[in-house]
């Protein structure tokens, strides 16, 4: 998956339009447009400003890493391990 896709797709994910998500970086609309239609590639600085937006690596936007992460912290031994479980079961359904 390139980057114009994970952006989109990690956009969606949370229910952020790109109208919303441009709001939240400080930059116009267009411009997530652009980067989701593969016409432009977000800057440095806009690429860990996503990382941390979405709570993810540059690496894995840049496609340099398929692994995403998510945040865990605040959560009991228990649901980690729920969540672990989920995502082994998910990985063998592909």
Same mark, same amino acid.
């Given at each position: 998956?390139? &980057?114009?896709? @994970?952006?989109?797709? *990690?956009? +969606?994910?949370?229910? %952020?339009?790109?109208?919303?998500?441009?709001?939240?970086? /400080?930059?116009?609309?267009?411009?997530?447009?652009?980067?989701? #239609?593969?016409?432009?590639?977000?800057?440095?600085?806009? *690429?860990?400003? $996503?990382? @941390? %937006?979405?709570? +993810?690596?540059?690496?894995? *936007?840049?496609? $340099?890493?398929?692994?995403?992460? &998510?945040? +865990?912290? /605040?959560?009991?031994?228990?649901?980690?391990? &729920?969540?672990?479980?989920?995502?082994?079961? *998910? @990985?063998? #359904?592909?």
């Amino acid at each position: 998956m390139m &980057i114009a896709e @994970k952006i989109k797709s *990690l956009r +969606v994910a949370r229910g %952020l339009t790109q109208a919303e998500l441009a709001r939240q970086l /400080g930059i116009t609309r267009n411009g997530v447009n652009s980067w989701e #239609q593969g016409l432009s590639m977000p800057s440095p600085a806009y *690429l860990v400003e $996503l990382a @941390k %937006l979405f709570r +993810v690596t540059t690496d894995y *936007l840049l496609g $340099l890493s398929e692994m995403e992460s &998510i945040n +865990v912290s /605040g959560l009991s031994e228990r649901d980690i391990g &729920i969540l672990t479980e989920l995502a082994e079961r *998910l @990985k063998m #359904q592909k």
